[in-house]
Protein backbone atom coordinates (compact mmCIF):
# COMPACT_ATOMS: atom_id res chain seq x y z
CA UNK A 1 0.00 0.00 0.00
CA UNK A 2 1.04 3.73 -0.93
CA UNK A 3 1.42 5.68 2.39
CA UNK A 4 2.96 9.54 2.38
CA UNK A 5 4.36 11.35 5.57
CA UNK A 6 4.68 14.82 6.56
CA UNK A 7 6.45 14.97 10.29
CA UNK A 8 6.14 18.87 10.04
CA UNK A 9 2.42 19.86 11.48
CA UNK A 10 3.76 23.19 11.25
CA UNK A 11 6.35 25.32 9.88
CA UNK A 12 7.39 29.00 10.16
CA UNK A 13 9.47 31.19 7.96
CA UNK A 14 10.52 34.98 8.18
CA UNK A 15 9.69 36.93 4.75
CA UNK A 16 12.40 36.59 1.57
CA UNK A 17 14.27 33.44 3.68
CA UNK A 18 14.17 29.77 2.77
CA UNK A 19 12.01 27.47 4.20
CA UNK A 20 12.08 23.49 3.52
CA UNK A 21 8.81 21.35 3.84
CA UNK A 22 9.85 16.94 4.43
CA UNK A 23 7.99 14.55 3.05
CA UNK A 24 8.47 10.95 2.65
CA UNK A 25 6.66 8.06 1.27
CA UNK A 26 6.42 4.48 0.60
CA UNK A 27 5.19 2.46 -2.65
CA UNK A 28 5.76 -0.74 -4.43
CA UNK A 29 5.15 0.94 -7.61
CA UNK A 30 7.68 1.44 -10.17
CA UNK A 31 5.71 4.05 -12.46
CA UNK A 32 4.66 6.95 -9.79
CA UNK A 33 4.68 10.78 -9.61
CA UNK A 34 4.78 12.75 -6.55
CA UNK A 35 3.29 16.44 -6.07
CA UNK A 36 3.02 19.53 -3.58
CA UNK A 37 -0.03 20.84 -2.90
CA UNK A 38 -0.86 24.45 -1.48
CA UNK A 39 -4.22 24.44 -0.01
CA UNK A 40 -5.49 28.34 1.22
CA UNK A 41 -7.90 29.35 3.92
CA UNK A 42 -10.17 29.17 0.65
CA UNK A 43 -9.50 25.58 0.33
CA UNK A 44 -9.20 25.41 -2.91
CA UNK A 45 -6.22 23.04 -3.64
CA UNK A 46 -3.46 24.20 -5.81
CA UNK A 47 -0.73 22.46 -7.77
CA UNK A 48 2.60 24.05 -6.59
CA UNK A 49 5.38 21.00 -8.01
CA UNK A 50 5.30 17.64 -9.64
CA UNK A 51 8.17 14.75 -9.85
CA UNK A 52 8.15 12.11 -11.91
CA UNK A 53 9.99 9.05 -10.68
CA UNK A 54 11.51 8.41 -13.75
CA UNK A 55 13.16 11.82 -14.07
CA UNK A 56 16.90 12.32 -11.80
CA UNK A 57 16.29 15.69 -12.60
CA UNK A 58 15.11 17.89 -9.09
CA UNK A 59 11.91 19.64 -10.45
CA UNK A 60 11.83 23.58 -9.83
CA UNK A 61 8.90 26.29 -10.38
CA UNK A 62 10.33 29.52 -10.28
CA UNK A 63 10.31 29.93 -6.45
CA UNK A 64 9.46 26.28 -5.54
CA UNK A 65 11.78 23.16 -6.08
CA UNK A 66 11.65 19.75 -4.66
CA UNK A 67 14.84 18.24 -3.56
CA UNK A 68 13.99 13.99 -4.65
CA UNK A 69 15.36 11.37 -3.53
CA UNK A 70 14.23 8.42 -4.69
CA UNK A 71 16.64 5.49 -3.23
CA UNK A 72 15.91 7.35 0.47
CA UNK A 73 11.56 7.96 -0.90
CA UNK A 74 12.31 11.16 0.49
CA UNK A 75 10.72 14.35 -1.61
CA UNK A 76 11.29 18.03 0.06
CA UNK A 77 9.84 20.80 -0.98
CA UNK A 78 12.39 24.02 -0.97
CA UNK A 79 10.28 27.78 -1.07
CA UNK A 80 13.23 30.63 -1.77
CA UNK A 81 12.04 34.08 -1.20
CA UNK A 82 8.94 33.59 1.07
CA UNK A 83 6.45 35.93 0.46
CA UNK A 84 2.88 36.37 2.55
CA UNK A 85 1.07 34.67 0.44
CA UNK A 86 2.74 31.58 0.27
CA UNK A 87 1.04 31.01 3.85
CA UNK A 88 -1.15 28.00 3.59
CA UNK A 89 -1.42 24.05 4.43
CA UNK A 90 1.07 22.38 2.09
CA UNK A 91 0.18 19.03 1.40
CA UNK A 92 2.46 16.13 -0.42
CA UNK A 93 0.71 13.48 -2.66
CA UNK A 94 1.67 10.61 -4.77
CA UNK A 95 0.05 8.73 -6.97
CA UNK A 96 0.61 5.42 -8.64
CA UNK A 97 -1.66 2.65 -10.68
CA UNK A 98 -4.05 2.34 -13.04
CA UNK A 99 -6.53 5.20 -11.79
CA UNK A 100 -4.03 7.95 -10.13
CA UNK A 101 -5.91 8.35 -7.44
CA UNK A 102 -3.81 10.71 -4.54
CA UNK A 103 -2.51 9.41 -1.68
CA UNK A 104 -1.94 12.41 0.69
CA UNK A 105 0.07 13.26 3.84
CA UNK A 106 -1.47 15.00 6.96
CA UNK A 107 -0.23 18.34 5.91
CA UNK A 108 2.17 21.56 7.20
CA UNK A 109 1.01 24.76 8.18
CA UNK A 110 3.17 27.38 6.92
CA UNK A 111 3.51 30.76 8.52
CA UNK A 112 4.92 33.43 6.99
CA UNK A 113 6.20 36.19 9.48
CA UNK A 114 6.59 39.67 8.29
CA UNK B 1 -16.04 26.63 -17.89
CA UNK B 2 -12.76 27.70 -16.39
CA UNK B 3 -12.19 25.11 -13.30
CA UNK B 4 -14.02 22.75 -11.48
CA UNK B 5 -17.14 24.10 -9.58
CA UNK B 6 -18.85 22.24 -6.79
CA UNK B 7 -22.18 23.08 -5.19
CA UNK B 8 -23.69 23.35 -2.62
CA UNK B 9 -20.54 25.56 -1.21
CA UNK B 10 -21.85 24.47 2.33
CA UNK B 11 -24.26 22.27 3.69
CA UNK B 12 -25.79 21.54 6.99
CA UNK B 13 -27.62 18.60 7.60
CA UNK B 14 -29.37 16.84 9.94
CA UNK B 15 -28.44 13.58 11.20
CA UNK B 16 -30.66 10.61 9.00
CA UNK B 17 -30.79 12.96 6.01
CA UNK B 18 -30.06 12.24 2.63
CA UNK B 19 -27.46 14.97 0.69
CA UNK B 20 -26.43 15.41 -2.71
CA UNK B 21 -23.28 17.50 -3.33
CA UNK B 22 -22.35 18.45 -7.25
CA UNK B 23 -19.39 18.43 -8.87
CA UNK B 24 -18.82 20.17 -12.45
CA UNK B 25 -15.33 19.22 -13.71
CA UNK B 26 -13.48 21.06 -16.36
CA UNK B 27 -14.86 20.94 -19.53
CA UNK B 28 -13.84 17.67 -21.70
CA UNK B 29 -11.63 16.15 -18.42
CA UNK B 30 -11.96 12.54 -18.80
CA UNK B 31 -11.36 11.57 -14.97
CA UNK B 32 -12.84 12.74 -12.17
CA UNK B 33 -12.18 12.09 -8.45
CA UNK B 34 -13.65 12.73 -4.92
CA UNK B 35 -12.31 13.01 -2.10
CA UNK B 36 -12.95 13.64 1.40
CA UNK B 37 -11.41 15.78 3.86
CA UNK B 38 -11.57 15.93 7.36
CA UNK B 39 -11.02 18.63 9.73
CA UNK B 40 -7.21 19.53 10.05
CA UNK B 41 -6.33 16.01 7.80
CA UNK B 42 -4.92 15.15 4.27
CA UNK B 43 -8.00 14.63 2.21
CA UNK B 44 -8.70 10.46 1.43
CA UNK B 45 -9.77 8.78 -1.39
CA UNK B 46 -13.18 8.35 -2.15
CA UNK B 47 -14.12 7.01 -5.59
CA UNK B 48 -12.61 7.46 -9.28
CA UNK B 49 -14.68 8.00 -12.85
CA UNK B 50 -13.42 7.45 -16.24
CA UNK B 51 -16.08 8.87 -18.40
CA UNK B 52 -19.28 7.71 -17.24
CA UNK B 53 -17.75 4.39 -15.45
CA UNK B 54 -17.22 4.34 -11.91
CA UNK B 55 -13.86 2.43 -11.84
CA UNK B 56 -12.51 2.55 -8.52
CA UNK B 57 -14.84 3.22 -5.39
CA UNK B 58 -12.84 1.48 -2.71
CA UNK B 59 -12.76 4.58 -0.92
CA UNK B 60 -15.99 4.77 -0.17
CA UNK B 61 -16.12 4.33 3.82
CA UNK B 62 -20.02 2.81 3.89
CA UNK B 63 -22.95 2.05 1.46
CA UNK B 64 -24.26 5.19 2.42
CA UNK B 65 -22.09 6.49 -0.06
CA UNK B 66 -22.91 6.40 -3.90
CA UNK B 67 -21.44 8.31 -6.54
CA UNK B 68 -22.49 8.76 -10.05
CA UNK B 69 -21.55 10.82 -13.53
CA UNK B 70 -24.79 9.52 -15.85
CA UNK B 71 -22.99 11.29 -19.25
CA UNK B 72 -19.50 11.37 -18.29
CA UNK B 73 -19.34 14.73 -16.73
CA UNK B 74 -21.68 16.01 -14.15
CA UNK B 75 -21.25 13.66 -11.25
CA UNK B 76 -23.20 13.63 -7.91
CA UNK B 77 -21.92 12.10 -4.64
CA UNK B 78 -25.15 11.31 -2.58
CA UNK B 79 -24.84 10.88 1.44
CA UNK B 80 -27.79 8.53 2.67
CA UNK B 81 -28.45 8.51 6.68
CA UNK B 82 -26.03 10.80 7.21
CA UNK B 83 -24.05 10.99 10.84
CA UNK B 84 -21.78 12.94 12.51
CA UNK B 85 -18.40 11.45 11.32
CA UNK B 86 -19.81 12.52 7.59
CA UNK B 87 -18.65 15.96 8.65
CA UNK B 88 -16.16 16.79 6.29
CA UNK B 89 -15.13 18.59 3.57
CA UNK B 90 -15.69 16.73 -0.13
CA UNK B 91 -13.19 17.87 -2.77
CA UNK B 92 -13.95 17.11 -6.81
CA UNK B 93 -11.24 17.03 -8.70
CA UNK B 94 -10.59 16.14 -12.51
CA UNK B 95 -7.93 15.56 -15.09
CA UNK B 96 -7.85 15.09 -18.45
CA UNK B 97 -5.89 11.85 -19.59
CA UNK B 98 -4.95 12.53 -22.81
CA UNK B 99 -3.31 15.86 -21.85
CA UNK B 100 -0.93 15.93 -18.81
CA UNK B 101 -3.32 13.24 -17.29
CA UNK B 102 -1.53 13.42 -13.77
CA UNK B 103 -2.64 16.79 -12.85
CA UNK B 104 -5.77 16.87 -10.82
CA UNK B 105 -7.78 20.02 -10.84
CA UNK B 106 -9.83 20.83 -7.63
CA UNK B 107 -13.02 22.30 -7.10
CA UNK B 108 -13.76 24.68 -3.94
CA UNK B 109 -15.31 21.93 -1.86
CA UNK B 110 -18.47 21.35 0.11
CA UNK B 111 -18.12 21.65 3.52
CA UNK B 112 -20.74 19.23 4.70
CA UNK B 113 -21.76 19.44 8.62
CA UNK B 114 -23.86 16.94 9.98
CA UNK B 115 -26.05 18.03 13.35
Known amino acids: AQTVTQSQPEMSVQEAETVTLSCTYD???????LFWYKQPPSRQMILVIRQEAYKQQNATENRFSVNFQKAAKSFSLKISDSQLGDAAMYFC???????????WGLGTSLGVNP | GAGVSQSPRYKVAKRGQDVALRCDPI?????LFWYQQALGQGPEFLTY????????KSGLPSDRFFAERPEGSVSTLKIQRTQQEDSAVYLC?????????????FGPGTRLTVL
Open chain 2, 93 to 105: ASSNRDRDYNEQF
Open chain 2, 27 to 31: SGHVS
Open chain 1, 93 to 103: ASNAGNNRKLI
Open chain 2, 49 to 56: FQNEAQLD
Open chain 1, 27 to 33: TSESDYY
